[in-house]
């Protein structure tokens, strides 16, 4: 796919790139191992100030950060503001706690003193990243800003439609203070993968997009014996118990569906309601869909953008056509929103059946799934009715009893009485087809660095 900035809200193509040649490629890979020959022996303390001073940089600049996230994909100003704040958040919790993630830590084993046997952290190398553009800075900050601090380098191959959000991250770390190549971008087509982690100087390979891009990945990294992690879709259930405050439920619903337009892998695409509740709970969640307005992404006063281009509008139409095929029930639950603009219209369906592909499908824009489930167990078991497993929510006012329920939810992380919510201190990461390998605290840090075992020895021991 070529590399272009398009406007989803007026159509306009603002700028294209040319996709990087072969040999760009191995120009960017032999900068990022160069580089990573003098930082991985740079004291943590200095690898730390420089995300430090880019968190502070993106701070300062908030609104001009945002306005390229909303120019690229569309997303509403105020939520682009919140995605700059989130990425400083990230830079600053590494450059405040990485190096605590990265002490060694002594083990006890027999014969030996209290530090004798040490667990340390060595950086591996140049890693690849390839992230989407639903978030476009806070996906690379995820990845960079822990494996960074950890001494690594990385090789970015953005979302083609996010070219500039890429060039962007490499000028933050830039003027941070970081060295060249730390981030080096490439306009990368898929066919560079192969010949990306066929190179030795590669350590592994981080990816977050859909399951098709996880299962290519995955493969070309188990072909070249290359460590990798997929942060893959989602199909959160959102599941309301009969004794749940119902009217704040709908509520967070309506909101974690649709923020982000509802291309967040993290939406709540699937309101599981028991029956008792089910139809106050529905009349609330109509009237707070009812009242998004579509409109501009850089007016403040629009509370729902248009989709990130006009190919995921199409796409997202016909998934709904093949629902209503399925049987399913398709209502237009949102006002109509404008003709310009790659805009999705809220829709409910209901009457899905079960075992039908709609049932096991995510849909990356504002169509909720709803389910009328007899009691908690059912709802357990149509929350875990999914091939995905990325996270999930639970309402009740018994918070013992969510607990239960949250444990018997087959996904990484679940949020008791919120949607799914994604934070600077708390690790992000699926199971299933949602993939593997965690990002953020000392999870994400972990996941591409060399736990060494260093045992000193008494030169006079025997074995
Ligand atoms: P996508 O098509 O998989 O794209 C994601 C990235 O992968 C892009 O950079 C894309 O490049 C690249 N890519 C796709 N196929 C590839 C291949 N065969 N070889 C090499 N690179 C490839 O994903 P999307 O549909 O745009 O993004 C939304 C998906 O990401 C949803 O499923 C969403 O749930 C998931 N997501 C997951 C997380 C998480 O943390 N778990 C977070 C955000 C999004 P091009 O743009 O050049 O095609």
């Not at 995300?51 to 909303?70: C, G, H, P, V």
């Not at 949602?434 to 020895?457: A, P, R, T, W």
Request: aromatic content about 8%; proline content about 4%.
């Amino acid at each position: 796919m070529a590399y272009a900035t398009t406007n989803p809200y007026t159509g306009e193509v603002v700028k294209t790139f040319p996709t990087a040649t072969a040999e760009e490629i191995d120009q960017a890979v032999t900068g990022a191992d160069a580089t990573f020959r003098t930082w991985s022996q740079t004291p943590v303390e200095e690898r730390a100030a420089v995300l430090a001073k880019a968190a502070e940089i993106l701070r300062a600049n908030k609104r001009d950060y945002a306005e390229t996230l909303t120019l690229e994909m569309g997303k509403l100003i105020g939520e682009a503001e919140a995605e700059v704040e989130l990425s400083a958040g990230i830079l600053e919790y590494y450059a405040n706690h990485g190096a605590e993630a990265l002490a060694p830590r002594y083990l006890r084993a027999e014969g030996f003193g209290d530090q004798d046997v040490a667990l340390v952290n060595d950086p591996l190398g140049v890693l690849y990243a390839v992230e989407p553009w639903n978030f476009p800075y806070y996906q690379v900050i995820r990845i960079s800003a822990p494996q960074f601090l950890a001494g690594n380098t990385i090789v970015l191959k953005h979302a083609s439609n996010v070219p500039q959000s890429a060039l962007r991250m490499v000028e933050l770390y830039r003027q941070a203070g970081a060295p060249e190549n730390l981030l080096t971008n490439v306009f990368a087509g898929h066919d560079a993968t192969d010949r990306i982690l066929a190179d030795s100087r590669v350590r592994g390979v981080a990816l977050t997009g859909s399951e098709g891009a996880g299962a290519a990945i995955a493969s070309a990294a188990a072909k070249n014996l290359k460590k990798s992690t997929l942060e893959l879709g989602g199909a959160d259930a959102f599941v309301v118990l009969e004794d749940a405050e119902v009217e704040k439920a709908a509520k967070w619903a309506a909101f974690g569906r649709h923020w982000n337009a509802g291309q967040v892998c993290v939406s709540s695409k699937r309101l599981i309601v028991v029956d008792a509740v089910y139809d106050r709970f529905l009349t609330e969640y109509r009237r707070h869909v009812a009242e998004l307005v579509a409109g501009d992404p850089m007016d403040p006063s629009t509370t729902l953008a248009p989709l990130s281009s006009q190919q995921a509008a199409d796409d997202l139409a016909v998934q709904v056509e093949k629902a209503k095929a399925e049987g399913a029930t398709v209502e237009a639950i949102g006002a109509e929103v404008p003709e310009q603009g790659a805009f999705a219209r809220p829709l409910l369906v209901t009457d899905i059946p079960e075992g039908s592909a709609t049932s096991q499908t995510e849909f990356f824009g504002p169509v909720t799934q709803l389910y009328r489930a007899k009691d908690e167990e059912d709802a357990v078991r149509i929350a875990n009715d999914t091939p995905f497993g990325l996270g999930g929510s639970v309402f009740s006012t018994d918070i013992e009893r969510a607990r239960k329920v949250a444990r018997r939810i087959d996904t990484g992380m679940v949020f008791i009485n919120q949607p799914t919510g994604v934070k600077a201190d708390v690790p992000f990461g699926g199971v299933k087809h949602s993939g593997y390998g965690h990002e953020l605290i000392d999870l994400g840090i972990k996941e591409f660095v060399n736990q060494k075992v260093v045992v000193v020895s008494d030169i006079d021991g025997s074995f």
